[in-house]
């Protein structure tokens, strides 16, 4: 066990990002104990958990996942993070959501434990609102898919510790992922920049300046990207950059107004790879 990560850490929410955020604290030598909201959704929880786990031993990169799943625990109830030293919150981009998430999590552990949000959007001293100790919190951005991504960003909040700080990046690198500190800003570093873009690619596709994939080409050929904004953007969820777009529309300006193209597809639900079509057709995948 590295001595850099906490002994036992906590995720609250066990969709795509908080199963990724678990199987990499899982592979860094963590006890995890996962908490979702009812029994059938923490069992789905456990079984992506487990993909990702069996998906690395497959790799050869741990010996076997037996290891690694027995550290993990999935709970409904958030009193089971009580001696958790880390607790990040992996539920979905909705600010009330996230404030209600944060306060329950923070009622359950002690007053020493780090808690952290995986927010890809939502400014941090807006979430910290929630918490009696908005010191000992702090942004931890993974990206998706999370154990091919090698990026976290850390985001400092007003209030957080500036000795947090170090540790947060030590954490990262322990579960072998390069960090970027970002100060609390809408959207932060990435989500700000991969939202500009994207956002105007799919203005680019409404205005029939060229088709999806040769706006991704010109991206990926041109600029070394190593996927197109188009085709992320199927990956991310149309309906979750549409979410991040109107909020950066309101704390931003209007450079972040959604497209009409945009809306509409996520309108006729047509949200990406989840749905099987978005700018590309996925049903075959």
């Known amino acids: 066990m590295t001595q850099t990560l906490p002994e036992r850490c906590g995720v609250v929410g066990g969709g795509r990002m908080g199963a990724g955020i678990a199987h990499a604290l899982l592979l860094a030598g963590c006890h995890v104990t996962l908490v979702e909201r009812d029994g059938e959704a923490a069992a789905a929880a456990r079984d992506r958990v487990a993909r990702a786990v069996e998906g690395s031993a497959k790799r050869g990169l741990i010996e076997d996942a037996g290891a690694p799943m027995a550290r993990l625990t999935t709970v409904t109830d958030p009193a089971g993070l009580a001696a958790a030293g880390l607790v990040i919150e992996a539920v979905p981009e909705d600010v009330d959501l996230k404030l209600v998430t944060l306060r329950t999590a923070e009622d359950a552990v002690g007053p020493e434990t780090v808690i952290a949000s995986n927010t890809s959007s939502i400014s941090l001293d807006t979430l910290a609102q929630a918490l009696a100790r908005p010191e000992r919190f702090l942004g931890l951005h993974f990206f998706n898919p999370v154990p091919a991504s090698r990026l976290v960003e850390v985001v400092i909040a007003t209030a957080t510790d500036p000795a947090l700080r170090?540790?947060?990046?030590?954490?990262?690198?322990?579960?072998?992922?390069?960090?970027?500190?970002?100060?609390?800003?809408?959207?932060?570093?990435?989500?700000?920049?991969?939202?500009?873009?994207?956002?105007?690619?799919?203005?680019?596709?409404?205005?029939?300046?060229?088709?999806?994939?040769?706006?991704?080409?010109?991206?990926?050929?041109?600029?070394?990207?190593?996927?197109?904004?188009?085709?992320?953007?199927?990956?991310?969820?149309?309906?979750?950059?549409?979410?991040?777009?109107?909020?950066?529309?309101?704390?931003?300006?209007?450079?972040?107004?959604?497209?009409?193209?945009l809306v509409r597809l996520v309108e006729q639900g047509h949200l990406g790879r989840k749905s099987g079509k978005g700018f590309y057709d996925w049903s075959e995948s």
């Open 166 to 261: 170090e540790r947060a990046v030590t954490w990262v690198e322990a579960i072998g992922k390069v960090a970027v500190v970002v100060r609390d800003s809408p959207g932060f570093a990435s989500s700000r920049l991969g939202v500009a873009l994207g956002l105007e690619a799919i203005r680019m596709v409404e205005s029939g300046v060229a088709s999806a994939e040769d706006i991704d080409a010109a991206m990926t050929l041109g600029y070394g990207h190593p996927t197109g904004p188009l085709r992320l953007t199927d990956l991310v969820g149309l309906d979750v950059r549409l979410g991040i777009a109107r909020y950066l529309e309101r704390e931003l300006g209007p450079r972040f107004a959604p497209p009409d193209l």
